[in-house]
């Protein structure tokens, strides 16, 4: 059982736009900062977001993060074939003095 | 170009041990802190391990306390988990990750990966 409690799966219609919730407690999500991974299948995990709502350099705008409380979102808009994986949050959960992620999502684009 | 190559995998009984190597290069591997992250088959990412860029702090996952050892040689560019006391439970693919610098601020930013050493503990 995760500390970080992700939906087991969500799906969408090719361009339109889905959110995947990430919700933890006053020792992890309230506390750090948030990243998101995709992992498509067979293939190494790719940072999405880190602190809360950043891009790395390559990642595009269609994807954003953001934060509140407890929770956090993952958004992504103009659904393409190509976004179907696993997506995954983490952050630091100072109780534990150790990094905690969720279970993950996988992303099924109809 | 910036890479992180794991090794050492294989198929081991259980209560044996294995060391897990990590090459890096294309950065200054000594600059950053490292971290060692498992999935089982079918499952999801499991964080084991974190070492700091001048490996004087460390921590695990409550799960490989004990058990599981993470080192790092800066002057060989490379991350090490020495695995001890195997269990069905670790059998994963291991990867290790590096962690984001520059404006990052969470520790649990992890920017560069490995492909991966896949760890099979059976009898």
């Known amino acids: 059982q995760s500390v970080l409690t992700q939906p087991p799966s969500v799906s969408a219609a090719p361009g339109q736009k889905v959110t995947i919730s990430c919700s933890g407690s006053s020792s992890n999500i309230a506390n750090d900062y948030v990243s998101w991974y995709q992992q498509l299948p067979g293939t190494a995990p790719k940072l999405l977001i880190y602190d809360n709502n950043k891009r790395p350099s390559g990642i595009p705008d269609r994807f954003s993060g953001s934060k509140s409380g407890t929770s956090a979102t993952l958004g992504i808009t103009g659904l393409q074939t190509g976004d179907e994986a696993d997506y995954y949050c983490?952050?630091?959960?100072?109780?534990?003095?150790?990094?905690?992620f969720g279970g993950g999502t996988k992303l099924t684009v109809l | 170009q910036v890479q992180l190559v794991e090794s050492g995998g294989g198929v081991v009984q259980p209560g044996r041990s294995l060391r897990l190597s990590c090459a890096a290069s294309?950065?200054?591997?000594?600059?950053?802190?490292m971290h060692w992250v498992r999935q089982a088959p079918g499952k999801g990412l499991e964080w084991v391990a974190l070492i700091w860029y001048d490996g004087n702090n460390k921590y695990y996952a409550d799960s490989v306390k004990g058990r599981f050892t993470i080192s790092r040689d800066n002057s060989k560019n490379t991350l090490y988990l020495q695995v001890n006391s195997l269990r069905a439970e670790d059998t994963a693919v291991y990867y290790c990750?590096?962690?984001?610098?520059?404006?990052?601020?969470?520790?649990?930013?992890?920017?560069?990966w490995g492909q991966g050493t896949m760890v099979t503990v059976s009898s």
């Open positions: 990750a590096r962690m984001k610098g520059g404006d990052a601020t969470g520790l649990s930013s992890f920017d560069i």
């Open positions: 294309g950065f200054t591997f000594s600059s950053y802190g």
């Open positions: 983490g952050t630091w959960d100072s109780s534990l003095s150790s990094v905690v």
